[in-house]
């Protein structure tokens, strides 16, 4: 492959003499542009995914299904990676941490793949579809519950509500204890956030956790991993555990930000249910943009392009869905033809739970705060700039704090949207004391975010 050059520089409608750059606030502030001008390689493109790291991105909807589809040619297992065999892939790379290999379903091929795949989604079929959805609930009504009686009416829902939501379902359901569920919180949200040193804290809770288990067994997700006639190793539980985190929680936050700028904001058509917000969110932000490392075990060809064997080749999920052949087909397209949860033998296995958080934690959202908003409109929303993912920065929104008197003519810009019905049970949403109440409320229970969710579930 050719020296980089920026993007920028791409002659439109003419292949360019080298790799277009991935990463930076160029490609952060504007990626459909970059995708745009990778089309005109062919199905693929050369691009570098980090500084001095090279990889083969497929953009086009079919040639993602090739890849995805074709486990014989196309494998998993970055061991294989050429560049980082010769020692060309920089040690400080932030490209590693997505790549490089672990023993766990994500990562593996043929029978080492087939058996983990089985124990992970074994395990995630015994999670109870109502559990979930009353889990989700009463995570996104405590999070509420601490910014809605803000006197401000405002409040950050990326950081307040969208991102803590599934760390906290997720902690339930690994069956963390809370002193472990606020390690684990904090480890994954530190490896997001590139904290040095979270790696060892989600790894030595997750141990910790799995040797709990060990001792009392009981009726969750890390349980049925470790029980599973698959015999999993701690440390292959503990992986598992590990993807799961990272593959579900980071992308349903994503998600759950996007459908809910999309469900409030300008261009919203009323009385379209919240379900066709996250459904446009997976076609057209997709959370994953950029992933899904594949190495050929033989020279192959895509397009005009040849690919060697053992180099890196990423799908565009992101390109790939607003691909512009599909543009004429997407009316007759099922609402789940879209490549946000991949496809293949390596597609993610908890992708109808992911669309029921999502859709439940939007709507508990606008069952909460009937009269929500957005303080500025969705297209001026900044998004993070990481070729892996399509999340939003912030998104800042504003309502009518609880307890206080709202005027029949203060309905705000939501007046006619249809209120989502209500499923929630009765759970304690003012029961707890908000973070950002006046001086004299009840001080905050100690320990970190799932120790005082915990206490909140019991009055405290």
Not at 374 to 392: D, G, H, Q, Y
């Amino acid at each position: 492959m050719q020296q980089p050059i920026e993007s920028q520089e791409i002659p439109p409608g003419c292949p360019a003499h080298g790799n277009v750059r991935m990463y930076g606030p160029s490609f952060g502030a504007d990626p459909e542009s970059h995708y745009e001008q990778l089309r005109h390689f062919g199905p693929s493109a050369p691009v570098d995914i980090a500084p001095g790291v090279q990889a083969e991105l497929v953009t086009s909807y079919d040639a993602a299904l090739y890849v995805l589809q074709n486990p014989a040619t196309f494998v998993r297992d970055s061991r294989r990676w050429n560049a980082l065999n010769e020692g060309r892939v920089p040690a400080d790379s932030p490209a590693l941490p997505m790549l490089a290999y672990r023993p766990n379903a994500l990562l593996s091929d043929g029978a080492a793949h087939a058996r983990l795949r089985r124990a992970v989604t074994d395990s995630l079929a015994t999670v109870n579809e109502h559990q979930l959805i009353r889990q989700t609930q009463q995570s996104a009504n405590y999070l509420i519950s601490q910014f809605s009686t803000d006197i401000r009416g405002q409040a950050e829902l990326m950081a307040e509500y969208a991102q803590p939501l599934p760390l906290l379902v997720f902690s339930e359901l690994f069956g963390c204890p809370p002193d472990i569920g606020d390690r684990v919180i904090a480890g994954i949200s530190g490896l997001f956030e590139g904290k040095p040193g979270s790696d060892e804290v989600l790894g030595g809770a997750l141990t910790e956790l799995i040797a709990l288990k060990r001792r009392r067994p009981t009726s969750d997700l890390t349980t049925r991993l470790m029980e599973h006639p698959a015999q999993l190793t701690d440390e292959e539980v503990l992986h598992q555990l590990v993807t799961l985190l990272s593959g579900g929680t980071a992308p349903v936050a994503a998600a759950i930000g996007t459908s809910s700028a999309l469900y409030l904001g300008e261009d919203w058509q009323i009385g379209l249910p919240v379900e066709d917000a996250v459904s446009q969110t997976l076609w057209n932000y997709a959370p994953i943009a950029n992933y899904a490392a594949h190495y050929p075990t033989h020279d192959v060809e895509l397009g005009d392009r040849l690919v060697r064997a053992n180099d890196p080749v990423l799908i565009s999920f992101a390109a790939a869905n607003t691909d512009p052949k599909l543009t004429e087909h997407r009316e007759q397209l099922s609402a789940k033809a879209h490549l946000a949860f991949g496809a293949g033998p390596h597609a993610c296995p908890a992708k109808d739970p992911a669309f029921m958080m999502t859709v439940t934690a939007v709507e508990t959202l606008l069952n909460q705060l009937h009269d929500v908003e957005m303080r500025v409109p969705f297209k001026s929303l900044t998004w993070a700039p990481s070729m892996w993912s399509r999340s939003l920065v912030t998104l800042p929104i504003r309502f009518t704090p609880k307890g206080v008197p709202q005027p029949a003519e203060a309905a705000g810009s939501n007046a006619g949207r249809p209120l989502q019905q209500q499923t929630a049970s009765p759970s304690p949403s003012n029961a707890g004391p908000s973070s950002r109440t006046n001086a004299g409320a009840a001080p905050q229970p100690k320990g970190g975010l799932f120790s005082r969710f915990l206490a909140w579930t019991r009055g405290e």
